[in-house]
Structures are given as structure tokens and as C-alpha cells.
């Protein structure tokens, strides 16, 4: 899924239960026709909220996850309650009472359709971020592997090898060790967040202290709250981060990235 010429996705951040006016958004005229929808995960969790609030919002889920082009990420709210007994996977907000309540809903089939990243029209989604050290670390701890595509201190992959080659079996065997009881880098918390780790995986990385681009690899995340959307962009590496409390919608459309206003969105739906 790299170029995927003549497409157009529609992206949708962080929802913390805010799950009401997604249906009515996405048949909106002004986003139809679409190919696909990424949800960038933390579907879970807000100030105040009840087991029912979270009931809610896993009923949503579990019928979005089996709509057809539909991709869902994980998020810093939701991976704790696919793994309750793993504490190092808890976050602020969760709780076993909301746990309880959502995965009276959520079966282990349906958990399994979240996925770590997406990738497509050069463009990498994550719920957070890839930092280029989680990179850095993995090419070093497999210098069998990469070796020869090292010439100097250059790593010469192109994009889509990065995505193949490290970022998939990277994200493949932490969640392997979360799913274990473990943590591993790629899920965990960095120092911004007050974690253990030199920097945030990819549902924790903070984008005001700890984002860095990565040369030749554009990013798409959530999880750092903004006002409106923000770039943080270099000559061969755009970045961006659209998570505003469901004020904004992200589109990728031949693989430029634009968005609009959620209430202008929903308000073209008057009518229909």
C-alpha cells in the first residue's frame, strides 16, 4: 500500500467515547466517495466517564470493526483492556470496572482486527509516532540482517523496506510480549510521559518533547492534544498530528493530507 494512486482515506483520531456523530460524519457529501477509514485508536477513557460510557463505546466498536475498509489502530486507552492482567500496559483512566464492562462486549476475535500501524499512500498511522531511535535500536540489535545496507551511518532502506523489514516485526513481537505479560519498547512509555524509557513507543511518543521526523518516512498520529492540527514537517519528512477532541477530520487523498472541520462536516448532512 505505498503510492495507492487515485485513493482517498479518511482519518479519524482519538474518540475517548466521543463515538455519537462518527456514522453520521462519514455519510457525509462532503466526505463520500471515500476507499477507506483509519481510526487512530484511544477509543476509550475520558474525564469522568462510567462502565456504561465505556459499554458504549465497545458496542461501536465491535460494529465498526467488521465494516468492510475499515482500519482500526491501537491507542493508549485501549491496549490495557485487550490485556488486563499486564499492568505495565495500564493507563491513566483505565479501570477494571470499564474493563469488565467492555470485554462483556468485545470478544478475543474482535480484538484481533485492531492492528499496530497502517501504511499507504507513503504515509505511516500509528496512534502516536514512530521515533527514529526505536529505528536506530532495531537495525542495531539486528546488524545481521541490516549490515549490508549500511554505508556509513546511512540506513539505506527505502520507505517501504523500513515499513517490511523493522517496523512490522518490531510491532509484531512487542505485541507478542505485551500479549505475554511483558512490555517492550515499541508499546511502552517514554521519560516525557513519565515512563522508564528514553523515548515513547508508538502509543505513548509525545509530540511536543519527544517527536523527531524521520527522513524519507511522513507520519500521520493522534495522542498529543492540539486546538487545530499541526505539522511538524522537515524538506523529505511531513508530519502530522490531528488529534483536536474530535474538532477535526483527516483526509489523505493521493497522497496529500488536508482536513476539515468536524461540525462543517456533520452539518452537510442536514437534510440528507
Same mark, same amino acid.
Given at each position: 500500500?505505498?503510492?495507492d494512486?487515485?485513493m482517498?482515506?479518511?482519518?479519524i483520531p482519538?474518540?475517548?467515547?466521543?463515538t455519537?456523530?462518527v456514522?453520521q460524519a462519514?455519510?457525509s457529501?462532503?466526505?463520500?466517495p471515500y476507499?477507506?477509514v483509519v481510526?487512530l485508536?484511544?477509543? /476509550?477513557?475520558?474525564?469522568?466517564?462510567?462502565p456504561?460510557d465505556?459499554y458504549? #463505546?465497545?458496542?461501536?466498536?465491535?460494529? #465498526?470493526?467488521?465494516k468492510?475498509?475499515r482500519?482500526?489502530l491501537?491507542?493508549?486507552?485501549?491496549l490495557w483492556?485487550?490485556?488486563?492482567s499486564?499492568? /505495565?500496559a495500564?493507563?491513566s +483512566?483505565?479501570t477494571?470496572?470499564?474493563?469488565?464492562?467492555?470485554n @462483556?462486549?468485545?470478544?478475543?476475535?474482535?480484538?484481533?482486527l485492531i492492528?499496530s500501524y497502517?501504511?499507504e499512500q507513503?504515509?505511516?498511522m500509528?496512534?502516536a509516532g514512530?521515533?527514529?531511535?526505536?529505528?536506530s535500536?532495531?537495525?542495531?540489535?539486528?546488524?545481521?540482517?541490516?549490515?549490508?545496507?549500511?554505508?556509513g551511518?546511512t540506513?539505506?532502506?527505502?520507505?517501504?523496506e523500513i515499513v517490511d523489514q523493522?517496523?512490522?516485526?518490531?510491532?509484531?513481537e512487542?505485541f507478542?510480549d505485551?500479549?505475554n505479560?511483558s512490555?517492550?519498547?515499541? /508499546?511502552?512509555?517514554g521519560f516525557a510521559?513519565?515512563?522508564?524509557q528514553k523515548?515513547?513507543?508508538?502509543?505513548?511518543?509525545?509530540?511536543?518533547i519527544?517527536?523527531?521526523?524521520?527522513?524519507?518516512?511522513?507520519?500521520i498520529v493522534?495522542? @498529543?492534544?492540539?486546538?487545530?492540527?499541526?505539522?511538524? #514537517?522537515?524538506q523529505n519528512?511531513?508530519?502530522?498530528c490531528i488529534?483536536?477532541k474530535?474538532?477535526h477530520i +483527516?483526509i489523505?487523498e493521493?497522497?496529500? /493530507?488536508?482536513?476539515?472541520?468536524t461540525i462543517?462536516?456533520?452539518? @452537510?448532512?442536514?437534510?440528507e
Amino acid at each position: 500500500m505505498n503510492l495507492d494512486k487515485n485513493m482517498k482515506t479518511i482519518i479519524i483520531p482519538d474518540l475517548h467515547n466521543r463515538t455519537y456523530w462518527v456514522e453520521q460524519a462519514l455519510a457525509s457529501p462532503i466526505l463520500q466517495p471515500y476507499d477507506r477509514v483509519v481510526f487512530l485508536g484511544d477509543y /476509550f477513557d475520558d474525564f469522568y466517564d462510567t462502565p456504561k460510557d465505556a459499554y458504549n #463505546s465497545a458496542t461501536w466498536l465491535k460494529q #465498526s470493526l467488521h465494516k468492510p475498509n475499515r482500519v482500526h489502530l491501537w491507542g493508549t486507552h485501549d491496549l490495557w483492556y485487550r490485556f488486563p492482567s499486564n499492568p /505495565f500496559a495500564m493507563a491513566s +483512566g483505565n479501570t477494571y470496572e470499564k474493563a469488565y464492562a467492555i470485554n @462483556s462486549v468485545l470478544t478475543i476475535d474482535d480484538w484481533n482486527l485492531i492492528k499496530s500501524y497502517h501504511y499507504e499512500q507513503n504515509f505511516l498511522m500509528t496512534h502516536a509516532g514512530v521515533h527514529p531511535y526505536l529505528i536506530s535500536k532495531y537495525v542495531l540489535e539486528n546488524k545481521q540482517i541490516f549490515g549490508k545496507h549500511i554505508v556509513g551511518d546511512t540506513l539505506q532502506l527505502n520507505t517501504q523496506e523500513i515499513v517490511d523489514q523493522i517496523i512490522k516485526p518490531a510491532t509484531e513481537e512487542a505485541f507478542k510480549d505485551v500479549s505475554n505479560n511483558s512490555m517492550n519498547i515499541w /508499546f511502552d512509555i517514554g521519560f516525557a510521559r513519565l515512563g522508564t524509557q528514553k523515548v515513547g513507543g508508538i502509543i505513548w511518543l509525545d509530540l511536543d518533547i519527544e517527536f523527531q521526523p524521520i527522513p524519507g518516512l511522513n507520519q500521520i498520529v493522534g495522542h @498529543s492534544e492540539r486546538l487545530v492540527p499541526e505539522q511538524k #514537517s522537515t524538506q523529505n519528512s511531513k508530519n502530522y498530528c490531528i488529534d483536536t477532541k474530535s474538532q477535526h477530520i +483527516g483526509i489523505l487523498e493521493n497522497g496529500e /493530507f488536508t482536513y476539515l472541520e468536524t461540525i462543517e462536516v456533520l452539518e @452537510s448532512t442536514i437534510g440528507e
